[in-house]
């Protein structure tokens, strides 16, 4: 498809409530939105890389610079007529995977609805709904996070994650699922955990957790490996996995049970479908995780979702969790049974609100295509 213009955007939007996980406190997201135009239609892209380097390597600054500098041009060059094009022409690039999904995505939200077709059937969907649940952050007392558990229960949320470290875990868990002992409950460490703690970390096999997400090291698989032989509490991997060879190595080497595909960790939706489709082959479960995404990341998620190996709910929940007012609408909401409908209009599903973007944008800059070097 000929490319007609490309935009990147920085939008600051503060988050209703902050969120805290075992490696900081994120208040205020500092988001990048990329947008395509191609005859006439317009495909968005959204940048899910943190403020600062700390769930991978990479940021919204780097993510900006990466984008304008190599991505775009090398983009521009090719002119794609398919999204799964783009890791191809991106290949040059190490690494960067979120700067890389920005634009990959934005391409198939620009195929979806060039074909006229749901995003999420361009992806191979089969569901209707996407099943829900909740990331809870690190509270400052164990009453606030029952309280918070209590109303999330209470709108549908058919799974609940918290956010756990060292001193904020099994003391939690035993309040949370004293209280609540049928509800599907999970836990999440990013990497908060070193070997030396795998005594304590059995101790969490009394709480019945579906899961536990990255106990160990980002980069590892090995450490995770070992833990898991001696859990009963299935493994599963976030951080660890960034392409198909990733989960293929996990699962050999029984790393994890279960993994969470992101969409910028993985570099868009090409790299997360192989992945979904490894681990179905292998009959490993996968669930849609969250990076407390706007509505465009959000509605990426749940096309996504439709995917048949989602059979585990996701952290992809209603925009009211996050924000005043989201960028698309409608906005994103959660049915009583802690159900997301997959839109079955064509493209992404949900319009973007482009008064409230503008409004929202510190920074924008048009993508140019720069003469290639090697
Ligand atoms: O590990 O899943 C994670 C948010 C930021 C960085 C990492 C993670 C998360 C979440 C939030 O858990 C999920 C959400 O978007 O609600
Ligand atoms: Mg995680």
Same mark, same amino acid.
């Given at each position: 498809m000929k490319i007609d213009g490309m935009v990147l955007r920085e939008l600051q939007i503060p988050l209703i409530r902050p969120f805290e996980t075992s490696f900081g406190v994120t208040r205020d997201r500092r988001i990048l939105l @990329?947008?395509?135009?191609?005859?006439?239609?317009t495909g968005w892209g959204e940048c899910t890389a943190g403020e600062r380097p700390f769930f991978s390597g990479e940021s919204t600054d780097s993510a900006w610079q990466v984008i304008l500098n190599e991505l775009g041009p090398m983009l521009a060059a090719e002119s794609p007529e398919h999204g799964g094009q783009c890791p191809r022409i991106f290949h040059k690039v190490r690494g960067n995977s979120m700067a890389k999904a920005t634009l990959e995505n934005a391409i198939w939200d620009l195929e979806a609805q060039r074909e006229g077709i749901p995003l999420a059937q361009l992806l191979g969907g089969v569901r209707e709904t996407v099943a829900c649940g909740v990331s809870l952050g690190i509270q400052s007392s164990i009453p606030e996070l029952m309280s918070m558990v209590e109303r999330e229960l209470a709108a549908g949320y058919q799974r609940i994650k918290l956010k756990c470290?060292?001193?904020?875990?099994?003391?939690?868990?035993?309040?949370? &699922? #004293?209280?609540?002992?049928?509800?599907m409950l999970s836990?999440?460490?990013?990497? @908060?955990?070193?070997? &030396?703690?795998?005594?304590?970390?059995?101790?969490? *096999? +009394?709480?019945?957790?579906l899961m536990i997400e990255q106990p160990l090291w980002h980069d590892d698989f090995y450490y995770h490996s070992m833990l898991q032989k001696r859990l009963n509490t299935p493994i599963c991997l976030d951080e660890s996995i960034h392409n198909r060879r990733d989960a293929l190595a996990?699962?050999?080497?029984?790393?994890?049970?279960?993994?969470?595909?992101?969409?910028? &960790?993985?570099?868009?939706? #090409?790299?997360?479908?192989?992945?979904?489709?490894?681990?179905? +082959? &292998?009959?490993?479960?996968?669930?849609?995780?969250?990076?407390? +995404?706007?509505?465009?990341?959000?509605?990426?998620?749940?096309?996504?979702?439709?995917?048949?190996?989602?059979?585990?709910?996701?952290?992809?929940?209603?925009? @009211?969790?996050?924000?005043?007012?989201?960028?698309?609408?409608?906005?994103?909401?959660?049915?009583?049974?802690? +159900?997301?409908?997959?839109? *079955?209009t064509p493209g992404r599903g949900y319009e973007v609100r482009a008064d409230l973007i503008e409004r929202l944008t510190v920074r924008r800059e048009d993508i140019r295509a720069f003469e290639l070097v090697g």
């Open positions: @990329a947008e395509i135009r191609s005859e006439g239609l470290k060292p001193g904020w875990d099994v003391e939690v868990f035993e309040q949370v &699922r #004293s209280r609540y002992p049928e509800i836990c999440d460490a990013n990497s @908060a955990y070193r070997l &030396r703690d795998s005594d304590h970390i059995t101790t969490f *096999d +009394e709480f019945d957790l996990a699962i050999e080497m029984e790393s994890c049970k279960i993994i969470n595909i992101k969409l910028g &960790r993985v570099g868009g939706f #090409s790299e997360a479908i192989a992945v979904h489709n490894a681990a179905q +082959e &292998r009959g490993i479960p996968v669930w849609c995780g969250g990076m407390l +995404e706007s509505g465009i990341g959000r509605a990426h998620n749940i096309a996504l979702s439709s995917l048949e190996n989602f059979t585990l709910p996701g952290d992809v929940s209603a925009s @009211a969790r996050y924000w005043a007012e989201d960028i698309v609408e409608p906005e994103i909401t959660v049915t009583s049974a802690g +159900e997301i409908e997959i839109p *079955d």
